[in-house]
């Protein structure tokens, strides 16, 4: 029977070394799960990406494409407090979606397509009117954050005036626009709109938005975050410019 001073020692070695090597794998495996769903988040968002007659917007010299982390990267929305997905900006399976925005500094206006997927509908076909005052909601609120200069969710919107002028169907796309039109100290007032190709409109709203409010009863780093605007690639982003730097050259 072999008896040797060292055995204990190699036994508590290798248990050390197995437990070292299934640490690894763990990471490895996050780290690869990590990288499909950012596949996959691409993959759907450009299959929803801008329609042929909104490519204008990613050409033109006067807009921006606005980025923010959270509506991109889903393992550090969640470990950062967010607790389930973008109603707007979650992706082609949500029943409203806009797969970006594009924000004009000049004009103080955000436009960007918005699909009405298959669950907006209400009535046979036609999309709920909630979906259409949804969107709009959206718009005042990331107009009113951007053209404020301080930084995404500085605010909150707090009145949406839909009128529903036509009905959309689901499955389609439009055109969703803000522009602000009056600051009044913490008071951003917002004029939006839902259209399609041919100009018609299918909704209005005259929303307000207010700027510097607090949006959490404990702050913490992510409600300080600031602007920043990349140049070079037409950006706006919010958050560490290393994120941005590594998400570009991931594609
Ligand atoms: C800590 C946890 C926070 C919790 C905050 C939670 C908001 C989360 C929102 C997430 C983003 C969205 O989804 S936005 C869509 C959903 N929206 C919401 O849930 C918003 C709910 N509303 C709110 O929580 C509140 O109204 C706030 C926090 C935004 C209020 O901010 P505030 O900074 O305290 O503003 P306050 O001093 O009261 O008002 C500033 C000026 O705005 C005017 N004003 C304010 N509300 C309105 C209004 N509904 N309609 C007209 N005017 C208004 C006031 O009269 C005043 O005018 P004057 O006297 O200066 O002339």
């Given at each position: 029977?072999?008896?040797?001073?060292?055995?204990?020692?190699?036994?508590?070695?290798?248990?050390?070394?197995?437990?070292?090597?299934?640490?690894?794998?763990?990471?490895?495996?996050?780290?690869?799960?990590?990288?499909?769903?950012?596949?996959?988040?691409?993959?759907?968002?450009?299959?929803?990406?801008?329609?042929?007659?909104?490519?204008?917007?990613?050409?033109?010299?006067?807009?921006?494409?606005v980025r923010l982390r959270e509506w991109?990267?889903?393992?550090w929305r969640?470990?950062s407090g967010?607790?389930?997905?973008?109603?707007?900006?979650?992706?082609?399976?949500?029943?409203?979606?806009?797969?970006?925005?594009?924000?004009?500094?000049?004009?103080?206006?955000?436009?960007?397509?918005?699909?009405?997927?298959?669950?907006?509908?209400?009535?046979?076909?036609?999309?709920?009117?909630?979906?259409?005052?949804?969107?709009?909601?959206?718009?005042?609120?990331h107009?009113?954050f951007l053209?404020a200069g301080r930084g995404p969710w500085c605010g909150?919107?707090?009145?949406?005036?839909?009128?529903?002028?036509?009905?959309?169907?689901?499955?389609?796309?439009?055109?969703?626009?803000?522009?602000?039109?009056?600051?009044?100290?913490?008071?951003?007032?917002?004029?939006?709109?839902?259209?399609?190709?041919?100009?018609?409109?299918?909704?209005?709203?005259?929303?307000?938005?207010?700027?510097?409010?607090?949006m959490q009863?404990?702050e913490s780093n992510l409600d300080q975050r600031e602007w920043r605007y990349?140049?070079?690639?037409?950006?706006i982003f919010d958050g560490s410019p290393?994120w941005h730097?590594?998400?570009?050259?991931?594609?």
């Amino acid at each position: 029977m072999p008896s040797c001073s060292a055995s204990p020692w190699l036994h508590r070695c290798a248990i050390a070394g197995t437990a070292a090597a299934s640490a690894v794998a763990v990471l490895v495996a996050a780290r690869a799960v990590a990288r499909r769903r950012h596949r996959h988040r691409a993959a759907a968002l450009a299959a929803v990406s801008v329609p042929p007659w909104l490519k204008w917007l990613e050409e033109s010299p006067f807009h921006y494409k606005v980025r923010l982390r959270e509506w991109e990267d889903e393992d550090w929305r969640r470990d950062s407090g967010w607790q389930g997905s973008d109603l707007i900006h979650g992706g082609s399976s949500s029943a409203i979606c806009v797969p970006c925005y594009f924000y004009s500094p000049a004009e103080m206006a955000l436009k960007g397509p918005v699909i009405f997927g298959r669950s907006s509908e209400s009535h046979r076909g036609f999309c709920h009117g909630g979906a259409m005052t949804s969107a709009l909601d959206d718009v005042c609120g990331h107009v009113a954050f951007l053209a404020a200069g301080r930084g995404p969710w500085c605010g909150a919107t707090v009145q949406v005036n839909c009128k529903l002028n036509k009905p959309v169907r689901s499955g389609q796309v439009l055109l969703l626009e803000g522009k602000v039109i009056k600051q009044d100290g913490k008071k951003v007032s917002v004029q939006a709109s839902l259209s399609d190709e041919d100009g018609l409109v299918y909704a209005t709203m005259e929303g307000l938005s207010i700027v510097g409010a607090k949006m959490q009863l404990e702050e913490s780093n992510l409600d300080q975050r600031e602007w920043r605007y990349d140049e070079v690639s037409r950006t706006i982003f919010d958050g560490s410019p290393s994120w941005h730097l590594e998400s570009k050259q991931r594609g």
